[in-house]
């Protein structure tokens, strides 16, 4: 008798009409038939040869087909005799030890990033992202990189309107003298820079959108991340706003900063204080498993959500927004995308945000 | 490679270790970039981008 093994690494996220085999060790997710997931569940239990008589003989060839895909892809062994015990599951537990690893952050001047330095030191927050809506400087940007110059701050994420004087010049002499940014996105900018090389410290994007902190929470394949923290994450925790902290253009301190409720102004708290506050990680435990839609789509667990922007339709026990986020055009129930802009039943909820945008 | 004196017998794994080719790994795109942070009172502290999306908004 011979016994197939799936790789404990190979994690299989069953959708309404898909499966997504993940690689967790090679960081590559394949979309595969909905009869594969009952396949390597029939594997688990039987042995090849029993799991071959339950087919009748033009299916076994199919059977027959599949077990060659996935001793091809590598997503499992065979043995003989009985199943290698020898192979633990791999534990899907998740841990983080930093308070709060990443802040969003829009500004109009330096100021603030002043102001919250300290607090970023102390929480050890790795990661920045900063949205700026007035042009920033060469030396604006080389003051940023040096705030944090000495903290445990790992990378800079900065997005900035784009401005005439930015030109290859610009963006060779900062990539010499910048050291945390790893970032720079440049919105509604006329002409791009065509002599641009694409070896810098930091990756860079040009956009002709006049991006605002509304144009946050797209969810597309660009978006999706195949490795094993990431997905720990959101099989555990929300994979957005769980140890997220964002701060609006007034100071306000927020999960995110298109989100509505607020827990303290920079101005007159600080950051460790308003994390304290009972409500601020209210979503932290909210998982795409328990999101409408999303809890059957197979993309769940490679996804990051957006808490912002919803189709405000479903709230959970506990008052929570669980409903699906709003800038998604996947349909898992037929495995399709679509423009989710013209959705008709998404236009309810794209009018109350453009209501409150415009206040 | 240099042979190496070792007194003791290694452990079969030391004829598969990897080396790394510092040229690449500290040059060029994708490059590995040490920098300062005080706190953890390190020179070596190491740059890194996020492993998600943190903001989606292009």
Redo the contacts between chains.
């Keep these: 008798m011979r016994y197939f093994n799936l790789f404990s690494n190979i994690l299989i996220t069953k959708g309404a009409s898909r499966i997504l085999i993940s690689d967790l060790q090679r960081n590559t997710s394949e979309l595969y038939p909905l009869e594969l997931c009952d396949l390597i569940a029939e594997l688990n239990k039987s042995s090849i040869e029993e799991v071959l008589t339950l087919y009748d003989h033009e299916s076994k060839i199919i059977i027959q087909q599949y077990l060659d895909l996935l001793l091809e892809e590598e997503y499992g062994f065979i043995t003989s005799g009985d199943w290698d015990k020898n192979f633990i599951p791999m534990s899907l537990e998740y841990h983080d030890n930093s308070t709060i690893s990443?802040l969003?952050i829009e500004i109009d001047g330096l100021s603030v990033l002043q102001k919250i330095k300290s607090s970023i030191?102390k929480l050890?927050i790795?990661?920045l992202?900063i949205?700026s809506h007035k042009n920033l400087s060469y030396e604006e940007f080389l003051k940023i990189d040096r705030y944090f110059?000495?903290?445990?701050v790992?990378?800079i994420?900065i997005?900035s309107p784009y401005h005439q004087s930015i030109d290859d010049i610009f963006i060779q002499n900062l990539n010499s003298e910048v050291?945390?940014i790893?970032?720079l996105?440049f919105y509604s900018y006329k002409e791009k820079i065509s002599t641009l090389k694409?070896?810098y410290?930091f990756t860079i994007?040009f956009?002709n959108?006049k991006?605002t902190i509304n144009?946050?929470?797209?969810?597309?394949m660009d978006?999706f991340?195949t490795?094993i923290?990431?997905v720990l994450?959101a099989i555990n925790y929300n994979?957005c706003l769980y140890k997220?902290i964002g701060i609006d253009l007034e100071g306000n301190i927020k999960n995110c900063p298109a989100m509505p409720k607020i827990f303290g102004n920079v101005k007159t708290n600080s950051l460790e204080e308003a994390i304290k506050h009972s409500e601020f990680p209210e979503y932290w435990n909210l998982t795409k498993d328990h999101i409408e839609t999303c809890k059957d789509c197979e993309f769940r667990y490679i996804c990051?959500d957006?808490r912002a922007y919803t189709e405000l339709s479903h709230k959970n026990d506990n008052g929570l927004d669980c409903s699906k986020p709003l800038?998604c055009g996947y349909n898992p129930y037929i495995g399709e995308w679509e423009d989710w802009s013209t959705n008709q039943l998404k236009q309810k909820a794209i009018n109350h945000y453009k209501i409150i945008a415009n206040k | 490679m240099k042979k190496i004196q070792e007194p003791n017998k290694l452990p079969l794994t030391f004829k598969y270790i990897e080396f790394i080719d510092r040229k690449k790994v500290f040059s060029?795109?994708g490059?590995m970039?040490f920098?300062?942070?005080?706190?953890?009172q390190t020179d070596f502290?190491?740059?890194?981008?996020?492993?998600?999306?943190?903001?989606?908004?292009?």
């Design positions: 990443n969003f030191e050890e790795k990661y992202t949205f110059k000495k903290s445990p790992e990378g994420d997005l050291f945390r790893y970032n996105t694409d070896d410290r994007n956009t959108q991006l144009s946050c929470g797209k969810v597309n978006y991340n490795n923290t990431k994450e994979s997220k990051t957006c800038k | 060029g795109k490059k970039l920098i300062q942070c005080e706190k953890y502290y190491i740059r890194e981008r996020p492993l998600k999306a943190l903001i989606r908004m292009l």
